[in-house]
C-alpha cells in the first residue's frame, strides 16, 4: 500500500480549487468551559457563572490530501479546536462535517472512526510505558478489528514501523528505549495503523529538538504524499507551520482572526496579530533591526477586552475596534484570505510587508 | 532609578568574569560513571553574553548548574576548575557558594512558577534578597524592589510590589524572576532557556530586556537556549554542545551563518527557515548517543557525513578555524592527507 503513486504533489492542488472536496469542514464551531467556583463559595462571594471561551465561532475546511496548520500563542484555543475536530469534546455549538458527515454520526460508525486519528505533542506522555512497541502500534488495529489473523497483523505492525523509519524489531522494546524523536515516529505508526485519512497533529513536533523536528517534519510531509493523507496542523511555530501547510489559520482568543494561502500569509500578512507574531519571531539573519516587540499580553479569555479581542494591543485600533467584533470577510485583491480587522477592510493598514525579510540589509555575512 | 552597578569598567575589560577550565562533572551510578561534561572551556568578559546552544542532553544546562554550584546529586564536578573574577568557585564549600549565589551569580530558570515562592509577594523576595547580600536598609531595600520591577517594565510598580506570583501572568513572573536574579547585583548571570515557557511575542519583549540588561550593567551572562533564533539576536558569542562537549565556539555571526563543525553545519542547516518554504528539511541522522553510549573518537562520528579513519579512534580537541574553534579533525593540518581535500573548508 505504501509504493502507491503519488496522489498529489506537495504544494500543487490548491484548496479553493473548485470541485475540491473538503475532507473535514468545522462551522461556526465554540467550546465553552464553565470555569466557575463552587456553587457554595459563589453563594457566598456573590458572583456569577464564569464561562472561559476557548473557542468562539471558528469555521474552515480541509480540502482533501492538503493541510490546514492553526497557529496562535498558548490559550488562543487551537488545541481546543483539535479536539474538537476528532470529537474528544463535544462542541457547545456548531458543528464538524467529516467527509460530508456530521462528526457525532461519524463518530457513532467503527468504520468513520478509524478513518481519522490524531498525534500528540508529547511522545513521552502518549505512549503506554508497559506496552511493547508492537502491541501500542496494533491497538487501532485490535480496537477496529481490521486484521483478525495474529501473523497478517504482526505484519502489519512490522510495515508500518519500516514506513515511519524504524526497525521491525524495535516493535518487541518499550517506549523508554527510544528517543523523543524515535517515540514521535512510533505514535506515527500507531496514528497510521487504522489506515486513517485524516489526521490531527497537535504541535507533534514542540516537544522535539530542532535536528529531529527535521526529521518528522519530512517523514510526515512523505506521507502525506504517498498517502494521500490530509492534515490539521497545530503548532505555535511559524516557520514550522510554513514547511508543511497549505492554508493557515491564525488563532487569537478562541477565534480565527486570518485565514490565508501559506505563501500568502507570509508574504503578505494582513492582520495586525499576524504581522505581531511574524515580527516578534527571532530569526537569524542578525541584521541586527530593531524589532519592536508587540506590548501587553494575551488576555484572559474569561473576560474578554470588548470589540476586537487584539484591540488593547494593537497599533491600528480607534473607536470602532473597542466597540465592534470585527467579521471574518475576504479581503479585496488578495484572493483566498479572510481576516477579521477593521483596520484592513477600511484599508487603514500599512502596505504588506513579506516576514523574516525585514530590512534584511548587510548581506556580508554570506561572505563569511 | 539610581544606578546600581558601576558602569562597566574599561579596566576590567582583559580580565574575564568568569572561566571555565576544563571542566567534568560526573554522574556515578551501578553500572559505571557516567561523564557528562568532558573537557568544557570557556571565559566571558563583561558585558559579554555567551550563547550556548545544542539538543537535549548535551550537556548545557548541565555546564550552567555546575556553575552556580547546583549540581543534583549524585552529580559532581570531578575536574577542571571554575572561576569567577579569578578565584576558584568550583572547590566551595555548600555556605560559601550560597553567599556567592545571588550575590555574584544570578540565575533566571526556564519556569517562572517555580523559581518564585508562591507564599512571598514579589516584593518580599526581592528585599529579602537584598538584604541577604547588600548592606542596605529594609526601607532602602523596598525603594530598590520597586525600581527593579519598574526596570524590567513591570506596570505600576509601586502597587505591584505586594502582589503574589500567582497573580502575575506568565510573563511578568519572568520579568520578576528577572529582577530577582539582578537585584542583588551580581556582574555574573546564568539564564538556563529564560523564554521557553513563554509565547512568542513576550519571548521578543524578555530577549530585549535582557540584552539591554546585560549591556548597561556590564555583566557577563551565559545564555542556554536551545533555540537558535533566540541566540542570533542575543548572543555576542555562541558555544555549540554535543554529549557533552564543546563542539564548536565562535562570534555568533561565523557560528550561525558559517559554522565550521559538521554538527552545528547540520543543526543550523535543520532549523525550519521563516522566510521561505523548502521541499525538503536538511537532518541530521540518527540521534545523539546517551551518555552510557559515547563512541570512541569524535562522539558525533557514526552521524558525521564526512568522517573519516581518524575520528574514529581520536577526540578531536578544539582547533582554529578560519572564523570559530572547532573540535573536529577536518581542521587539522596533520590529518590533510587523510581528509578528503574538498572537505577542508578551514
Known amino acids: 500500500m505504501a509504493e502507491e503513486p503519488m496522489p498529489r504533489a506537495p504544494g500543487t492542488a490548491l484548496p479553493h480549487a473548485p470541485g475540491a472536496t473538503a475532507m473535514l469542514v468545522a462551522d461556526e464551531l465554540a467550546r465553552h468551559f464553565d470555569v466557575s467556583r463552587p456553587l457554595l463559595q459563589r453563594l457566598l462571594a456573590g458572583e456569577g457563572k464564569r464561562i472561559l471561551r476557548a473557542v468562539d465561532g471558528v469555521s474552515f475546511e480541509i480540502p482533501k490530501g492538503t493541510t490546514l496548520s492553526l497557529v496562535g500563542e498558548s490559550g488562543c484555543g487551537k488545541s481546543t479546536v483539535a479536539r474538537l475536530v476528532v470529537g474528544l469534546y463535544p462542541p457547545t455549538r456548531g458543528r464538524v462535517l467529516f467527509d460530508g458527515q456530521d462528526l457525532h454520526q461519524a463518530r457513532a460508525a467503527a468504520a468513520q472512526r478509524r478513518r481519522m486519528q490524531m498525534i500528540f505533542q508529547d511522545p513521552y506522555a502518549s505512549l503506554n510505558p508497559r506496552w511493547r512497541v508492537r502491541d501500542i502500534v496494533a491497538e487501532p488495529i485490535r480496537a477496529f478489528g481490521l486484521i483478525p489473523d495474529q501473523a497478517a497483523q504482526r505484519a502489519r505492525v512490522a510495515e508500518l514501523l519500516t514506513q515511519v523509519g524504524l526497525s521491525p524489531l524495535d516493535g518487541e522494546k518499550y517506549p523508554h528505549e527510544f528517543s523523543g524523536g524515535q517515540r514521535q515516529r512510533i505514535s506515527i505508526a500507531r496514528a497510521l495503523s487504522s489506515n486513517p485519512e485524516f489526521l490531527v497533529c497537535d504541535e507533534p513536533t514542540s516537544a522535539l529538538d530542532v535536528s529531529v523536528q527535521a526529521q518528522i517534519l519530512n517523514l510526515m510531509k512523505d506521507l502525506q504524499a504517498r498517502l494521500g493523507l490530509t492534515y490539521l496542523f497545530i503548532s505555535h511555530n511559524l516557520a514550522v507551520v510554513r514547511q508543511v501547510s497549505d492554508r493557515i489559520g491564525v488563532m487569537y482568543l478562541g477565534r480565527l482572526v486570518e485565514l490565508a494561502e501559506a505563501e500568502t500569509l507570509f508574504t503578505a500578512p494582513r492582520h495586525p496579530y499576524t504581522r505581531a507574531l511574524m515580527e516578534a519571531i527571532p530569526d537569524l539573519e542578525m541584521t541586527g533591526r530593531q524589532r519592536i516587540p508587540v506590548g501587553g499580553e494575551v488576555p484572559s479569555p474569561i473576560s474578554p477586552p470588548s470589540g476586537c479581542p487584539f484591540h488593547p494591543r494593537c497599533p491600528l485600533a480607534d473607536a470602532r475596534c473597542k466597540a465592534e467584533m470585527p467579521k471574518l470577510l475576504p479581503l479585496k485583491g488578495q484572493a483566498g484570505t479572510i481576516a477579521a480587522c477593521h483596520a484592513v477592510e477600511e484599508g487603514r493598514d500599512p502596505p504588506p510587508t513579506p516576514a523574516g525579510t525585514a530590512q534584511r540589509i548587510g548581506t556580508t555575512e554570506t561572505a563569511l | ?346
Open chain 2, 1 to 346: 532609578m539610581q544606578p546600581i552597578l558601576p558602569s562597566p569598567s574599561r579596566e576590567r575589560d582583559g580580565a574575564p568574569i568568569l572561566e571555565v577550565r576544563d571542566l567534568r562533572v560526573e554522574f556515578p551510578t551501578r553500572r559505571g560513571t557516567l561523564r557528562a561534561l568532558d573537557g568544557v572551556s570557556f571565559s566571558i568578559m563583561p558585558g559579554e553574553v555567551l550563547g550556548v546552544v545544542g539538543e537535549s542532553g548535551a550537556g548545557k544546562s548541565m555546564t550552567g548548574a555546575a556553575i552556580i554550584g547546583l549540581l543534583e546529586p549524585p552529580g559532581r564536578i570531578a575536574g577542571g576548575q571554575i572561576l569567577l573574577h579569578g578565584r576558584r568557585i568550583d572547590n566551595l564549600r555548600y555556605e560559601a557558594m550560597r553567599k556567592i549565589r545571588g550575590k555574584e551569580i544570578g540565575a533566571i530558570f526556564q519556569d517562572p512558577l517555580t523559581t518564585l515562592n508562591p507564599l512571598y509577594t514579589v516584593g518580599d523576595q526581592l528585599v529579602e534578597t537584598m538584604l541577604t547580600h547588600l548592606p542596605i536598609g529594609a526601607a532602602e531595600a523596598r525603594k530598590r524592589a520597586i525600581g527593579w520591577l519598574e526596570m524590567v517594565g513591570i506596570p505600576a510598580a509601586a502597587q505591584r510590589v505586594d502582589s503574589y506570583p500567582h497573580e502575575f501572568s506568565g510573563g511578568m513572573r519572568q520579568r520578576v524572576v528577572i529582577a530577582l536574579a539582578l537585584c542583588a547585583e551580581p556582574r555574573m548571570v546564568v539564564a538556563d532557556e529564560p523564554t521557553t515557557a513563554l509565547d512568542v511575542s513576550i519571548q521578543a519583549q524578555i530577549i530585549a530586556l535582557l540584552k539591554t540588561l546585560a549591556r548597561e550593567k556590564g555583566m557577563a551572562m551565559m545564555l542556554v537556549t536551545h533555540d537558535m533564533g533566540v541566540i542570533a539576536e542575543t548572543a555576542d558569542r555562541v558555544a555549540v554542545m554535543y554529549a557533552g562537549r564543546i563542539a564548536e565556539i565562535g562570534p555568533v555571526r561565523s557560528v550561525v551563518k558559517a559554522p565550521r563543525h559538521p554538527y552545528s553545519e547540520g543543526l543550523m542547516a535543520s532549523i525550519p527557515p521563516l522566510d521561505r518554504k523548502v521541499d525538503h528539511l536538511a537532518q541530521i541522522e540518527g540521534a545523539m548517543p546517551r551518555l552510557s553510549a559515547i563512541p570512541p573518537g569524535c562522539a558525533f562520528n557514526p552521524r558525521c557525513p564526512h568522517v573519516f579513519d581518524r575520528c574514529r579512534v581520536e577526540r578531536p580537541e578544539l582547533l582554529e578555524t578560519t572564523a570559530t574553534r572547532a573540535a573536529c579533525w577536518l581542521y587539522d593540518p596533520a590529518s590533510a592527507k587523510q581528509a578528503p581535500e574538498a572537505l577542508r573548508h578551514g
